[in-house]
């Protein structure tokens, strides 16, 4: 009981210095501008449902299904100041990692040397270091796994009714993953529904009031989604949203997994670590266990952003099928010198990469102060662009806002800022006054050889062109 004692206080410790590590990542991309300025227009004049940033789409109906988010992040920028961030991201992976090891103690405890591999293996979420409402969302996503197994363990457990205040909270600070609470319920129904064994694979047939309480808490889940400022729409918009093709194939994070690229090693890594030890394990394979495995894999693989579910569903299910081992003297110091080596790199590289991930931009500021300086009325930006210039209340003709400039422009600016299509006719289409592109864009040649354009400045990699004659009415 002693050494579990202090096997527990070394877990923690380590939980600590991996969420402190992490912030070595922490950076702000393009979409931290629009969220957090989105954040202090709702703090100063309410909950926004049309656009009020871009000077072609503005009064349009925008489904702001972050808007709690936003409203945090801006209260964290008042309260903790220029190290908001770090601070936004090191309680959300805390919090994440300790709700994983505190709903899996037993199986954490029973083969040390596992589970210190198993949390060294949660720096994969690093690729979500950012102040984005994801963060939240793993958070949730946790809670949501520890409450529907909780009733999967034990008939008469009443924590599952927590979960539709989860789908509350999750549909106002992250609508687009709002509906995983009562998916995952369905995928328990489904999995308590049979009793067979065929192979490796067992199933478990539930009690007649597990099946129940989980159909209640799933209705009820469905029903807590709608309490929103959007309303029922929030049922379908994430389902609207991953179907948008335009999107998936044009944004980064949306991109499926592909083994062609040596970026997305780690994921397939993990994901065949977890297969290989359903497989060599002793222990049957519960068709639960294995549906949830199913499931998240299958969204890891269609989509980058997904990769964070595989690691947290599966930290409630792998414990079960590793060994238990005796404990061992050296298992104690091992954990503590791998907890003070996560702590030294961020106190070591605080300066260096800590603080300018946080300060980084794309656009510097003097590239700004020409824009707002010319005060374009009809303004084409870089997708990248958009949100620091939102930030500095600059309107936009596109930010990171694609799942709103999609019904609108977004597919036009992909053929415009690429040469694609009939893109002189589109540029005629919108009367863009003023251009700020990226050079390596095939925007940027056309407008440095055409005699329409004047380049007005340049700095690195960023230019800024003016239309040489008189906007046309």
């Known amino acids: 009981m002693k050494n579990n004692k202090k096997i527990k206080i070394a877990f923690l410790f380590l939980i600590f210095s991996i969420a402190i590590c992490i912030l070595l990542f922490m950076r702000r991309e393009s979409d931290y501008f629009w969220h957090i300025k989105a954040g202090e227009y709702m703090v100063k004049n309410g909950l926004l449902k049309k656009d009020v940033f871009s000077w072609f789409v503005k009064g349009k109906y925008w489904f702001s299904h972050e808007w ?40 954490f405890l029973k083969n040390v040397l596992f589970s210190l591999i198993w949390l060294t293996l949660s720096l994969i979420l690093v690729v979500f270091a950012q102040a984005r409402p994801h963060l939240i969302s793993f958070n949730l996503l946790a809670l949501t796994i520890y409450l ?64 129940i309480k989980y159909i209640i808490v799933m209705i009820l889940c469905m029903g807590f989604i709608c309490i929103n400022i959007h309303g029922v729409k929030m049922l379908i918009y994430p389902y609207t949203n991953m179907l948008n093709k335009t999107m998936i194939n044009s944004i980064s994070e949306w991109r499926a997994s592909s083994l062609q690229d040596i970026a997305h090693l780690p994921y397939f890594v993990i994901s065949f670590v977890i297969l290989m030890i359903f497989l060599i394990s002793e222990k049957k394979i519960s068709f639960l266990d294995f549906l949830l495995f199913i499931s998240v894999l299958f969204l890891g693989l269609r989509s980058i952003r997904f990769w964070g579910y595989t ?98 422009n977004y597919e036009d600016y992909l053929n415009i800022s690429s040469l694609k299509c009939d893109y002189v006719a589109l540029i005629n289409k919108y009367n863009f006054d003023y251009f700020l592109v990226d050079k390596s864009y095939s925007i940027y040649t056309y407008l440095k050889y055409s005699e329409d354009y004047e380049n007005i400045y340049d700095y690195k990699n960023t230019s800024i062109f003016k239309t040489k004659e008189l906007p046309r009415n």
């Open 311 to 408: 690691y947290i569903v599966m930290s409630f299910v792998i414990f079960n099928y590793i060994k238990a081992t005796k404990y061992d003297k050296s298992f104690l110091p091992a954990i503590i010198v791998v907890a003070i080596a996560f702590l030294m790199l961020p106190i070591v590289n605080y300066n260096k990469i800590i603080l300018k991930n946080i300060e980084s931009k794309t656009l510097d500021d003097k590239v700004i102060q020409v824009i707002k300086k010319e005060k374009p009325k009809r303004l084409f930006n870089m997708y990248d662009y958009g949100g620091e210039l939102v930030y500095n209340d600059v309107e936009v003709f596109i930010d990171g806002r694609a799942d709103l400039y999609s019904n609108y």
């Open 68 to 107: 709690l988010f936003e409203v945090i992040l801006y209260y964290f920028k008042l309260i903790f100041g220029k190290v908001h961030i770090l601070v936004y991201g090191c309680v959300c992976y805390f919090t994440l990692l300790l709700i994983i090891f505190l709903a899996n103690k037993k199986g």
């Open 148 to 211: 529907l197994f909780d009733l999967y363990k034990n008939a008469d457990s009443k924590k599952i009714f927590l979960l539709p205040i989860i789908s509350l909270i999750w549909a106002n600070v992250h609508g687009g993953c709002s509906n995983l609470p009562y998916i995952f319920c369905l995928i328990f129904i489904v999995g308590g529904l049979f009793d067979f064994e065929v192979g490796k694979i067992k199933a478990k047939k539930l009690a007649k009031k597990q099946i």
